[in-house]
């Protein structure tokens, strides 16, 4: 028997000992309890089932468990938890600021799509919170959604683009006293 696939997992240690060709999304939702990325086409063509592997946002419908070996994967379960770690935020209650946009600007409809949006969109922004309109729906244009919530969703992502500019901006401001201190 291969040895179980070890990784980090919404900060946690994990392992699976499913076969190595196994879809990261069967392993996450069927064994380790993650409900946020979905199976929609399960070809890579709707991002229903988006994750990030090393902050990047990955379709864990078409990877292969193999490739979480040593890594760090995010799903949308614990998206908010990371942020909050990252900005040294303890209330629990606090959400990415793309999940809190979404609701903001009630962004879903029947919600099916929303993983990917999300976990995209978080992706897109913590490389390049001042990305440009054209740039967002570049980078969101592989998503789908049957209910037709585009425009209200990229309403959203230019809401949280605006407080993810401001927390960057924040941190700025703290190194700087740190390298001035
Ligand atoms: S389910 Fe993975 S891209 Fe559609
Ligand atoms: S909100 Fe229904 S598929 Fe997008």
New binding site residues.
């Given amino acids: 028997m291969d040895q179980p696939i070890r990784w980090r997992l919404n900060g946690q240690p994990a392992l699976s000992a499913a076969e190595a060709q196994t879809p990261l999304l069967y392993v996450l939702r069927n064994e380790l309890d993650q409900h946020g990325p979905r199976f929609g086409c399960g070809l890579a063509q709707c991002g229903a089932c988006t994750v990030h592997v090393d902050g990047r946002a990955t379709r864990s419908c078409v990877t292969p468990l193999t490739v979480a070996q040593g890594r760090d994967v995010t799903t949308l379960d614990g998206l908010a938890a990371r942020w909050r770690q990252s900005q040294g935020i303890s209330d629990p209650a606090v959400l990415h600021p793309v999940q809190q946009a979404f609701i903001d600007e009630q962004a ?7 993983n990917g949006w999300i976990m995209t969109a978080a992706a897109l922004l913590a490389e390049k919170p001042q990305a440009s309109d054209s740039e967002l729906r570049l980078g969101l244009s592989g998503l ?4 037709g ?1 585009q425009v209200s969703v990229l309403r959203a992502v230019k809401r949280a683009a605006k407080v993810m500019r401001e927390a960057k901006a924040r941190e700025a401001q703290v190194s700087g006293v740190k390298v001035l201190a």
Avoid at 108 to 114: D, E, F, K, M, T
């Fill in positions: 879903a409809q029947c919600g099916y799509c929303i789908k959604c049957r209910c919530t």
